[in-house]
């Protein structure tokens, strides 16, 4: 089964800040994969598929890039709502689905 | 806007037969999605359980394919799951969720199970 790595698991930052969370895959995925963002007691929300795709009403300081192994989601000024954790997913159909372990982006 | 809503015993005993539905409304359920199902122990990550397509077989994560099963009833417009026999380890919130091939757009809110005697 592919896994998938995220890097770091947990990130400090402040409000303005640019900030990167990485994600790895144990083989290549293609583009298949997308980003959500999870606030506490809440369910995920989507961000981005096809690894660099906005999804409709998501704001545009959230960008993402990669394919194959190596993707990246990026948060260009950090904004108070943004401190959440954020999972990357493999969503290849031809295999299971498999999440990332999160990175927790606190203040 | 689709909304979906789980529903089920929120307490189940060990080695029984853990048993979750999910509502669709504000769409069809026959529509060309993959109706599917995740859960979280608490403080913990995602884990993928699997999903159904609207006119195909299930698919499921391969770790926890021996005890589940996840079914759809279109008549009733909602879909489910579940889980045989259960351990204290199945204790999490689930969540139901739609997939459009694209990664999951739509989810329920969650519902608590909680594995105890």
């Known amino acids: 089964d592919i896994q998938m790595t ?11 800040d640019r900030v990167t969370i990485t994600c790895r895959a144990s083989q290549s995925i293609n583009i298949w994969l997308a980003w959500y963002q999870q606030k506490p007691g ?17 704001p545009s300081r959230f960008s993402a890039s990669g394919s194959g192994t190596e993707f990246s989601l990026t948060i260009s000024s950090l904004q108070p709502d943004d401190f959440a954790t954020y999972y990357c997913q ?9 999440f990332g372990q999160g990175t927790k982006l606190e203040i | 806007q689709v909304q979906l809503q789980e529903s089920g015993p929120g307490l189940v005993k060990p080695s029984q037969t853990l048993s979750l539905t999910c509502t669709v409304s504000g769409g069809s359920i ?8 995740i859960r979280q122990p608490a403080g913990k990550g995602l884990e993928w359980i699997g999903r159904i397509y609207t006119t195909g ?7 926890l394919k021996s005890r589940v099963t996840i079914s759809l009833d279109m008549s009733k417009s909602h879909f489910s799951l579940k889980v045989s026999p259960v351990t204290a380890a ?3 919130v689930y969540y139901c969720a739609r997939d459009g091939g694209f990664g999951i757009d739509h989810w329920g809110q969650g519902t608590l199970v909680t594995v105890s005697s």
């Open chain 1, 6 to 16: 995220q890097s770091p698991s947990t990130l400090s930052a402040s409000v303005g």
């Open chain 1, 42 to 58: 809440k369910a995920p929300k989507l961000l981005i598929y096809e690894a660099s795709t906005l999804e409709s009403g998501v």
């Open chain 1, 90 to 98: 493999k969503y290849s159909p031809y295999s299971p689905y498999t």
């Open chain 2, 30 to 37: 026959s529509e060309r999605y993959y109706w599917s199902w």
């Open chain 2, 57 to 63: 077989s299930p698919d499921y994560n391969p770790a």
């Open chain 2, 90 to 92: 199945d204790t999490a």
